[in-house]
């Protein structure tokens, strides 16, 4: 089962994105918040695909949310977290610190877990 997260940083940027697959596709689809450095936007990318591409502009530039480039303050409180070790090599995570803004370009963007659940 899937998740969906909101991102929301200080400067007035909001966004949400899934996170993981449903029932009938989590071993093709895995769903996860991006940046794509292209567009500069948070953006939702299947990193099951063997070249994850920006949904927008359609470039592979993209950086998964949880890379240690994009973190800045880390929490131990986990807001959701997808564990894909069999195909990825790891946990997908995102915790209650800060990441990086593409609006703004601080380290003020936080997840925070929308409730809703998807199958």
């Known amino acids: 089962m ?3 997260v909101v991102a929301t940083c200080s400067c007035g940027y909001e966004t949400s994105s899934l996170i993981g697959g449903g029932m009938l596709n989590f071993d093709r689809v895995c ?3 991006a940046l794509c450095e292209d567009c500069r936007l948070l953006v939702s990318v299947n990193l ?3 070249s994850p591409k920006c949904p927008q502009c359609k470039k592979e530039n993209i950086i998964p949310y ?3 480039r994009l973190v800045g303050k880390k929490s131990r409180s986990v807001v959701v ?4 070790k069999d195909r990825l090599g790891r946990v997908l995570k ?5 990441y990086y803004c593409p609006a703004c370009g601080e380290f003020n963007l936080r997840f925070s877990d929308s409730g809703l659940c998807w199958d």
């Open 2 to 4: 899937g998740a969906e």
């Open 31 to 33: 769903i996860f918040p």
């Open 48 to 50: 099951y695909e063997d």
């Open 66 to 68: 949880g890379h240690t």
């Open 81 to 84: 977290d997808w564990h894909v």
């Open 94 to 98: 995102l915790h209650k610190g800060t």
